[in-house]
Nanobody, 128 residues
Framework: QVQLVESGGGSVQPGGSLRLFCTFS????????IGWFRQAPGKEREGVAC????????VYGDSVKGRTTISRDGAKNTVYLQMTSLKPEDTGVYYC?????????????????????WGQGTQVTVSS
């Protein structure tokens, strides 16, 4: 069975920071990349970041560039999303997912519809 589990979310003041975690099991990352998406109520699922272990390629969404870092610990089967300078518009449920490398556009995160597996998500709330 394939399983992805997100953690690390919570409530934070504007300008604060959070580190999110995605652990996975039951699947190899050979020929696959890992993405972070977020979804606010009533909005489409939005790509935040993507990392491709095969060649180390990293891509960020425009809305989080400069204040977000995605990284991976292969030994722990864990992908991290470090976010700083958080804004109220960053509020939403954050999901990690897996996508086949062949479905990734060059220099892109890909669409949510092209991801094969998802975790249950972790809630991030940014408010005063």
């Amino acid at each position: 069975q394939v399983q992805l589990v997100e953690s690390g979310g919570g409530s934070v003041q504007p300008g604060g920071s959070l580190r999110l975690f995605c652990t996975f099991s039951g699947i190899s990352l050979d020929y696959r990349s890992i993405g972070w998406f977020r979804q606010a109520p009533g909005k489409e699922r939005e790509g935040v970041a993507c990392i491709s272990p095969s060649d180390g390629t990293i891509v960020y969404g425009d809305s989080v560039k400069g204040r977000t870092t995605i990284s991976r610990d292969g030994a722990k089967n864990t992908v991290y999303l470090q976010m700083t300078s958080l804004k109220p518009e960053d509020t939403g449920v954050y999901y990690c997912g897996l996508i086949e490398d062949r479905k990734l556009p060059v220099g892109g995160i890909g669409s949510a519809q092209d991801y094969d597996y998802w975790g249950q998500g972790t809630q991030v709330t940014v408010s005063s």
